[in-house]
């Protein structure tokens, strides 16, 4: 069954402001942005951004995210080890918001933008509406990446307010930062119009 497209109707949908336009008026007239059928080189920019935030996801993982310490003793702790010294001291609810914002959700959301990289690529026709619903996911869940660094930072301030030890941010949140940037930044360069064009359309959105 063929579903009827705005390109259908000589429509585009403006990229910034939403609004349909008829194509041949090359830019919005309510924002003036210019009109394109697809995001110029969408697939090549969003698998760069995610190769980048994925090398930036290693050292964020690997370098200590926090120093603390208290009567004398310090400690560096990695993302995996504050969820580890956290769960040991009774703070389940950190360790958890800590676990699925700096270590789940990032890793759900390297694999959901590559699953739709490369089936876009290939133009597959599996799963249309769920890689849609997918991405809309990954696009919501955007919202709430920086978790893991709120919570350092609610940590080194609690910390030095309780005047029981100091607690300071190291290297590694720097890494993950920009790891999660990249990540958001990934997300919406994809189009996620391209999940339902035929090839030939594909190839004349990137081009």
Request: charged share 15%; proline share 4%.
């Amino acid at each position: 069954m063929k579903v009827a497209r705005a390109r259908d109707f000589g429509l585009i949908g403006c990229r910034t402001c939403g609004l349909a336009n008829v194509a041949a008026a090359g830019s919005c007239r309510r924002c003036g942005t210019p009109l394109a059928a697809r995001k110029p080189a969408s697939i090549g920019r969003t698998w760069a951004l995610l190769l980048a935030a994925l090398l930036l996801y290693i050292p964020a993982n690997v370098l200590p995210v926090m120093y603390t310490s208290s009567l004398g003793t310090g400690s560096s702790s990695t993302i995996l080890g504050g969820v580890v010294d956290f769960w040991h001291a009774g703070s389940w609810g950190i360790a958890l918001v800590i676990f699925v914002a700096s270590v789940a959700v990032p890793t759900v959301k390297f694999l959901v933008i590559g699953t739709l990289l490369v089936s876009s690529q290939r133009c597959s026709s599996w799963a249309r509406l769920q890689r849609t619903q997918l991405y809309r996911a990954i696009e919501f869940i955007g919202y709430w990446s920086m978790l893991d660094v709120i919570v350092v930072a609610l940590v080194c301030s609690l910390v030095q307010f309780q005047f029981i030890g100091t607690a300071e941010p190291r290297v590694g949140i720097v890494f993950f930062g920009l790891a999660v940037v990249l990540t958001m930044l990934a997300a919406m360069s994809f189009d996620p119009r391209l999940i339902w064009d035929a090839p030939a359309a594909r190839r004349m959105g990137e081009g």
